[in-house]
């Protein structure tokens, strides 16, 4: 008999799912199938490590009809995946991910962290 999956449940930053709201519908969809991979132990394509942020931080990138949609997760924090940021990326230099949007990443996880003690 095959064992089932362990499934952890995706608990959202306030902030995160207030912007993850503004999303198109399209792309909610999507993220929410690459979520549902990770709480199931995977990584979806569109998914990346987000590189500087410690392990298990991790960026769903989605380009969207011009647009370019990220959400950003963090697998590590206590049983659940937690997501701490969704933004619109509006940069035009590139894919780097904005200093100000980094910023609010750290900022976010440093506070989730003292939260979750």
Not at 17 to 41: D, S, Y
Not at 64 to 74: I, N, S, T
Not at 83 to 102: D, L, N
Not at 108 to 113: F, G, I
Request: aromatic share 8%.
């Amino acid at each position: 008999m095959a064992e089932a999956r362990k499934t952890r449940p995706v608990s959202w930053l306030k902030a995160a799912l207030n912007e993850f709201g503004k999303f198109p519908e399209g792309t909610r969809t999507i993220c929410l199938t690459a979520l549902t991979i990770a709480a199931e132990g995977g990584k979806a394509d569109i998914a990346k490590p987000m590189h500087g942020l410690g392990s298990g931080v991790f960026e769903i990138a989605l380009p969207f009809k011009g647009d370019a949609f990220r959400v950003v997760y963090a697998v590590q924090l206590a049983e659940e995946i937690w997501v701490v940021h969704a933004f619109q990326k509006k940069s035009t230099r590139g894919i780097k991910t904005p200093q100000h949007e980094i910023d609010l990443i750290n900022d976010r996880l440093k506070r989730l962290k003292e939260m979750l003690k």
